[in-house]
T-cell receptor, first 116, second 112 residues
C-alpha cells in the first residue's frame, strides 16, 4: 500500500517563525512535490525535486525553500512565516515519467498551517 | 497564467443522475491528463487518467473524455452517489516533464 506521510496535520505558528514541513514517501519515487491549496486557486506548485539534492522552482517559490537529502524525504521550509502563508500544504510523490509511460502523483494528507 | 482551467467552481446533481465535470487546457504539448478527487482535510486521490492517444477511458462509474482539437476534457460520473461529493481537480502533463498542472477544482455535491 503506497504511502505519503506528512509530519503534522495541523500547525499554528507566529509571524516571523521558521517553519519546517516534512514529507516522507515509502514508494521509492524519484519525484517529490510541494503544493499549497487555497480556495478558488486550486493546487499551486511551490517546488519539486526529481532526485536527491535536486530541486526546481514551481509557480510560487517566493518565501519558501526545500531540502531533499534522502530520496524518501522532502522538506519545505518557510524561512520567516507570514500570514499570507496560511494555507493547506500538500506533499506528493511520483515515479519519474518516461516516454510512453505515465504515472500519477500520490498525495499525503496535508498540513493545515495557520500563521498568526 | 493558468494552463488548466475548470470554469465551474461548483456543481449540484441529484443522486442517480449523471455528473459532468469539465476542464479546458491551453498547452497543446499536454499529452497526459488525470482527475483527482479530494475530500475536506484529506489529500487528493487519483481517480482516472487518459493519454492523448485515446479519446475515452472508462473505469466503472467514471469515464473521461478527451477532445484534443477543442483542448477539452470531461469527467462523467454515472450514476452519481452521495459519496461522490468532493472537490474534483483535473491535471495535465507534457512529454517527459515531471510537473503536473492542476485546475482550480470543481466542488461536486450529490443530493440524496
Amino acid at each position: 500500500d503506497v504511502k505519503v506521510t506528512q509530519s503534522s496535520r495541523y500547525l499554528v505558528k507566529r509571524t516571523g517563525e521558521k517553519v519546517f514541513l516534512e514529507c516522507v514517501q515509502d514508494m521509492d519515487h524519484e519525484n517529490m512535490f510541494w503544493y499549497r491549496q487555497d480556495p478558488g486557486l486550486g493546487l499551486r506548485l511551490i517546488y519539486f525535486s526529481y532526485d536527491v539534492k535536486m530541486k526546481e522552482k514551481g509557480d510560487i517559490p517566493e518565501g519558501y525553500s526545500v531540502s531533499r537529502e534522502k530520496k524518501e524525504r522532502f522538506s519545505l521550509i518557510l524561512e520567516s512565516a507570514s500570514t499570507n502563508q496560511t494555507s493547506m500544504y500538500l506533499c506528493a510523490s511520483s515515479l519519474r515519467r518516461m516516454t510512453g509511460l505515465s504515472y500519477e502523483q500520490y498525495f499525503g494528507p496535508g498540513t493545515r498551517l495557520t500563521v498568526t | 497564467d493558468q494552463q488548466v482551467k475548470q470554469n465551474s467552481p461548483s456543481l449540484s446533481v441529484q443522486e442517480g443522475r449523471i455528473s459532468i465535470l469539465n476542464c479546458d487546457y491551453t498547452n497543446s504539448m499536454f499529452d497526459y491528463f488525470l482527475w483527482y478527487k479530494k475530500y475536506p482535510a484529506e489529500g487528493p486521490t487519483f481517480l482516472i487518467s487518459i493519454s492523448s492517444i485515446k479519446d475515452k477511458n472508462e473505469d466503472g462509474r467514471f469515464t473521461v473524455f478527451l477532445n484534443k482539437s477543442a483542448k477539452h476534457l470531461s469527467l462523467h460520473i454515472v450514476p452519481s452517489q452521495p459519496g461522490d461529493s468532493a472537490v474534483y481537480f483535473c491535471a495535465a502533463s507534457a512529454g517527459t516533464g515531471n510537473q503536473f498542472y492542476f485546475g482550480t477544482g470543481t466542488s461536486l455535491t450529490v443530493i440524496p
